[in-house]
């Protein structure tokens, strides 16, 4: 449950000003700490804001407003009737997360606009300036001359000091999971980034100098800057059309089937633009601006949101080792009419209970099964509307047998709803799915959107598919279901006001590294920067078996070391972690395979010791209700040395360190295998000194040392 504590509160409602006239270029300034707003009014009556910090630009002058479809200059012509100022200090708890409590303080404006000429409509902008950075929405009040109306373009405009150092990915109507680029951003240019990713389903990128968000900057003076936006509901993902020479980033709403952005009713809102800015790259890990800028939970019953680590079949079918489908094609029938079996069927009930074994044995809390369902022969490729049925198994599934099964040793099952993009016919089946998932005593599910979206025309970032999958969110908390989704707009920390919709995919997952190129080793230090700013990404780390895995090359490897697969379950943040190998490869390494077990998914606190995006990250984290800590640190191409101080322990306690570490030799290409394990006594006082191979990482296991423990272990000295 959401307890919300407030530690202060006030709200000064202060009429600073009435009746300003439009020419007034006098700006109104909120600051808190480092972090200053600027809003003004120009002569020719449009609004704009600007920020600092530190009293260094982050962003210039800066254009706000829209163009509708009945009103092009819905931008320009306000004079400004008044503004409103709160202050607000409180802290919150989360159902779960990186932290126990969060807390929430910032500084509000609100400015209230009005057109000078008739139809003389209302436009409010909303300031919240953190002292990491600034939050703003557009808000449509109650008025005769503004009810329905369609935005055909929001003007935002996110004015930069530079040519900064950017991590980006193409604006994409349809994905997210492109590799990430690192380039000024006076050299954006999607165009052969989109040509020649093949390797991703569908790809929609019209706009050739557009880049999706988050988008993670620094400039040359030093500071970090993402660009991203909170709380989308009911409007289309925001892009970003990037102007090269002027160093310029303007908002570009994902548009639906006819080309409109967003449909709107007043009273309502958009989402918060949100701008986080610092001097240290930790400070925009550890930022929380997002998730204060999304409403708290309205679920008064949160106890059956459980965070977990599972196993589940489908490496096996990512790598070709098995199939989604029953049958390999969808008329491939005998004389009865029935599908005929093509004996590389990966979810049946025999393979099922070896990884429900394999679960119970290690302590592993849930077992995913994909391809479980009918419909997998032609699934893919065809924009068919009716696909799956999300309750009728394959013949060789016995979903009561597993359930029974299951149960017996503990474990719990997870559902798996792909819907090859079919939204209209997943939401026809929903109710059904959902009532069949708690008969059977699923918990969770997983779902996905491969292909083209279906209404034929939308977009997996436009406005329909954000409803859609705010309407999936809300029907699994009626049926008590947590959710993960894959191929979803990327989120914007809506697991505040949904706590039940723990994970998603949204990016270019481990996965990658079965079927494609891969990824390269700075690929999962920009990616806490990037794509998991707005929320948990279901990365399924964890591989073991680093060569020779896959059926589709022979000669593809992971793009990492085995060390930097265990750093993987701290650094990439998540409630929900698979160990997503094969059971055989963990048991081959069992030492190694002992902190997927001991790892947790839940935390208490979070310490960002060190980070540079493409270069380097080091987190530690609290285990939940207990005093254990544990380390993830992990480097790009390039070898280096983890400096990790221990001050967060508590002083005076000594401690027990299980190191998981790249191995002499270690090398992501050459030698990714090679990792060793070793155990110290630390306290508060010492610095850790890993070494981390190129491509590679370290875990480390911190516990309070028992008597036993201070006899047998070497106290910890810097190497």
């Given at each position: 449950m959401m307890i919300l504590k407030k530690i202060s509160c006030y709200i000064l409602l202060v009429i600073l000003v009435?009746?300003?006239?439009?020419?007034?270029?006098?700006?109104?300034?909120?600051?808190?700490?480092?972090?200053?707003?600027?809003f003004v009014l120009d002569a020719n009556g449009t609004p704009a804001y600007a920020v600092q910090y530190n009293q260094q630009q982050v962003i210039t002058p800066s254009r706000l407003g829209f163009s509708l479809t009945d009103d092009s200059t819905f931008y320009k012509g306000f004079e400004l009737l008044h503004t409103s100022r709160r202050a607000v200090n409180e802290s919150w708890q989360p159902v779960w997360g990186e932290v126990n409590t969060i807390r929430n303080q910032y500084e509000e404006l609100t400015v209230v606009l009005r057109q000078r000429k008739a139809p003389n409509r209302?436009?409010?902008?909303?300031?919240?300036?953190?002292?990491?950075?600034?939050?703003f929405r557009y808000e449509f009040p109650l008025q005769p001359n503004l009810k329905y109306f369609i935005v055909a373009d929001e003007l935002t405009q996110f004015n930069l000091t530079g040519d900064h150092k950017t991590f980006w990915i193409p604006g994409d109507y349809d994905t997210n999971e492109y590799l990430y680029t690192t380039s000024p951003l006076s050299t954006i240019d999607n165009t052969s980034i989109v040509?020649?990713?093949?390797?991703?389903?569908?790809?929609?990128?019209?706009?050739?100098?557009?880049?999706?968000?988050?988008?993670?900057?620094?400039?040359?003076?030093?500071?970090?800057?993402?660009?991203h936006e909170a709380a989308l509901i009911n409007y289309p993902a925001m892009q970003l059309h990037v102007d090269r020479a002027r160093f310029s980033l303007s908002s570009s709403l994902v548009p639906d089937a006819t080309g409109n952005k967003a449909y709107l009713h007043a009273p309502g809102n958009t989402p918060w633009r949100t701008i986080i800015v610092s001097d240290k790259a930790a400070d925009v890990l550890a930022s929380k601006m997002i998730l204060n800028l999304n409403e708290?939970?309205?679920?008064?019953?949160?106890?059956?949101?459980?965070?977990?680590?599972?196993?589940?079949?489908?490496?096996?079918?990512?790598?070709?080792?098995?199939?989604?489908?029953?049958?390999?094609?969808?008329?491939?029938?005998?004389?009865?009419?029935?599908?005929?079996?093509?004996?590389?069927h990966g979810a049946n009930t025999a393979n099922v209970k070896k990884y429900?074994?394999?679960?119970?044995?290690?302590?592993?809390?849930?077992?995913?099964?994909?391809?479980?369902?009918?419909?997998?022969?032609?699934?893919?490729?065809?924009?068919?509307?009716?696909?799956?049925?999300?309750?009728?198994?394959?013949?060789?599934?016995?979903?009561?047998?597993?359930?029974?099964?299951?149960?017996?040793?503990?474990?719990?099952?997870?559902?798996?709803?792909?819907?090859?993009?079919?939204?209209?016919?997943?939401?026809?089946?929903?109710?059904?799915?959902?009532?069949?998932?708690?008969?059977?005593?699923?918990?969770?599910?997983?779902?996905?959107?491969?292909?083209?979206?279906?209404?034929?025309?939308?977009?997996?970032?436009?406005?329909?598919?954000?409803?859609?999958?705010?309407?999936?969110?809300?029907?699994?908390?009626?049926?008590?279901?947590?959710?993960?989704?894959?191929?979803?707009?990327?989120?914007?920390?809506?697991?505040?006001?949904?706590?039940n919709w723990m994970a998603s995919e949204a990016?270019?997952?481990?996965?990658?590294?079965?079927?494609?190129?891969?990824?390269?080793?700075?690929?999962?230090?920009?990616?806490?920067?990037?794509?998991?700013?707005?929320?948990?990404?279901?990365y399924t780390p964890g591989i073991f078996k680093m060569?020779?895995?896959?059926?589709?090359?022979?000669?593809?490897?992971?793009?990492?070391?085995?060390?930097?697969?265990?750093?993987?379950?701290?650094?990439?943040?998540?409630?929900?972690?698979?160990?997503?190998?094969?059971?055989?490869?963990?048991?081959?390494?069992?030492?190694?395979?002992?902190?997927?077990?001991d790892v947790p998914v839940d935390w208490d606190d979070t310490k960002i010791i060190e980070a540079e995006p493409g270069d380097y990250i080091s987190i530690a984290r609290k285990e939940k209700g207990k005093p254990n800590w544990f380390i993830g640190t992990i480097?790009?191409?390039?070898?280096?040395?983890?400096?990790?101080?221990?001050?967060?322990?508590?002083?005076?306690q000594q401690y027990v360190a299980v190191i998981y570490g790249d191995a002499p030799g270690a090398d992501w290409k050459s030698n990714p295998e090679a990792y060793r394990i070793e155990t110290f006594l630390v306290d508060s006082n010492n610095t850790l000194r890993l070494k981390l191979a190129a491509g590679g990482g370290a875990a480390v296991q911190v516990k309070p040392a028992s008597p036993t423990d201070l006899k047998q272990f070497k106290k910890y000295t810097s190497k």
């Open positions: 009435s009746r300003v006239s439009a020419q007034s270029v006098n700006p109104v300034q909120v600051s808190i700490g480092k972090v200053k707003l600027d209302l436009l409010n902008i909303v300031f919240r300036v953190f002292e990491e950075g600034v939050g040509k020649s990713s093949t390797d991703i389903a569908v790809r929609t990128a019209p706009d050739r100098y557009a880049v999706q968000t988050p988008l993670m900057m620094k400039s040359k003076e030093g500071l970090y800057i993402n660009i708290p939970t309205t679920l008064t019953n949160t106890s059956w949101i459980k965070p977990m680590k599972f196993v589940g079949v489908w490496w096996e079918m990512q790598t070709a080792k098995a199939t989604w489908n029953y049958s390999n094609f969808p008329d491939s029938t005998d004389a009865n009419g029935k599908l005929i079996p093509n004996g590389t429900i074994d394999f679960a119970a044995a290690n302590g592993i809390g849930g077992v995913l099964v994909e391809g479980w369902n009918t419909g997998w022969e032609d699934w893919f490729g065809n924009w068919k509307e009716n696909v799956f049925s999300f309750t009728t198994p394959y013949p060789d599934f016995d979903v009561r047998e597993i359930t029974r099964y299951a149960a017996s040793k503990g474990v719990t099952m997870i559902m798996h709803n792909e819907t090859s993009g079919s939204a209209t016919d997943y939401e026809r089946q929903l109710d059904t799915a959902y009532r069949f998932m708690s008969l059977m005593g699923y918990t969770s599910v997983k779902t996905g959107y491969v292909g083209k979206i279906i209404p034929r025309g939308e977009h997996h970032d436009g406005q329909w598919m954000v409803n859609h999958y705010d309407r999936v969110a809300r029907k699994a908390a009626e049926h008590q279901v947590a959710i993960d989704v894959h191929e979803p707009m990327r989120p914007t920390g809506q697991h505040r006001t949904w706590p990016g270019r997952g481990n996965e990658y590294n079965a079927f494609s190129i891969g990824s390269p080793p700075e690929h999962e230090t920009i990616l806490p920067f990037t794509r998991l700013m707005g929320g948990p990404m279901d060569k020779g895995y896959t059926g589709y090359a022979p000669e593809r490897q992971m793009h990492t070391t085995l060390a930097k697969q265990l750093a993987l379950y701290v650094t990439m943040y998540s409630p929900l972690q698979m160990a997503a190998d094969l059971p055989e490869n963990y048991a081959a390494k069992p030492d190694a395979f002992q902190f997927i077990r480097t790009d191409e390039n070898n280096r040395t983890a400096v990790l101080p221990l001050s967060f322990l508590d002083k005076g």
